[in-house]
T-cell receptor, first 115, second 114 residues
Framework: AQTVTQSQPEMSVQEAETVTLSCTYD???????LFWYKQPPSRQMILVIR??????QNATENRFSVNFQKAAKSFSLKISDSQLGDTAMYFC????????????FGQGTELSVKP | EAGVVQSPRYKIIEKKQPVAFWCNPI?????LYWYLQNLGQGPELLIR????????DSQLPKDRFSAERLKGVDSTLKIQPAELGDSAVYLC????????????FGPGTRLTVL
């Protein structure tokens, strides 16, 4: 079975602090992509960061970075210098290379950034 | 550039009634997806189109759900008849062709079935 598990239903962080969201996944495939999406109350899913599984170097996008551990099937998201606008649901997802564009999502982590 | 457009944003219907959702993808995106998002859950793929062809509809409940993408641009997702369990958010996304390309999501339609 191909699954994504986000073990933290809710998290909170003080503004300007750093927070890490956890994600583990299960697949027998070796070629895939990993994603973190943000969904604010407006419901529009926004891509935060993307990682190709064949790349060992962890992806970074400004204040967002990942810790990709392929052997452990772990893909955590670190948000540095948290801002109030980071408050949202965060979904971890993966896409198997030979299964077209099907995204498999986790259950989400609700992040609250407090002033 | 304009994003993925969906309408309506909200829909409330009685059970057993039909309902339809509309999606206009980003111009030039030949791949279109419909996802179902239940409350407190991540989205799940219902159907994927490559141009006008449905290439993955394995998760679409075909007894009551149908979809079309005429001319390979706009798409409509229909439920007939709706059931209480269909209350959810229906998300549309689009992307350029090719594996791993970024999917751009619309704001979704929140359906409430009474």
């Amino acid at each position: 079975a191909q699954t994504v598990t986000q073990s933290q239903p809710e998290m909170s962080v003080q503004e300007a602090e750093t927070v890490t969201l956890s994600c583990t996944y299960d697949t027998s495939e070796s070629n895939y992509y990993l994603f973190w999406y943000k969904q604010p109350p407006s419901r529009q899913m926004i891509l935060v960061i993307r990682q190709e599984a064949y790349k060992q170097q962890n992806a970074t996008e400004n204040r967002f970075s990942v810790n990709f551990q392929k052997a452990a099937k772990s893909f955590s998201l670190k948000i540095s210098d948290s801002q109030l606008g980071d408050t949202a649901m965060y979904f971890c997802a993966f896409m198997i290379y030979n299964q077209g564009g099907k995204l498999i999502f986790g259950q989400g982590t609700e992040l609250s950034v407090k002033p | 550039e304009a994003g993925v457009v969906q309408s309506p944003r909200y829909k409330i219907i009685e059970k057993k009634q039909p309902v339809a959702f509309w999606c206009n993808p980003i111009s030039g995106h030949n791949t279109l997806y419909w996802y179902l998002q239940n409350l407190g859950q991540g989205p799940e793929l219902l159907i994927r189109y490559e141009n006008e062809e449905a290439v993955d509809d394995s998760q679409l409940p075909k007894d009551r759900f149908s979809a079309e993408r005429l001319k390979g641009v706009d798409s409509t997702l229909k439920i007939q008849p709706a059931e209480l369990g269909d209350s959810a958010v229906y998300l549309c996304a689009s992307s350029l062709g090719g594996v791993g390309n970024r999917q751009f999501f619309g704001p979704g339609t929140r359906l409430t079935v009474l």
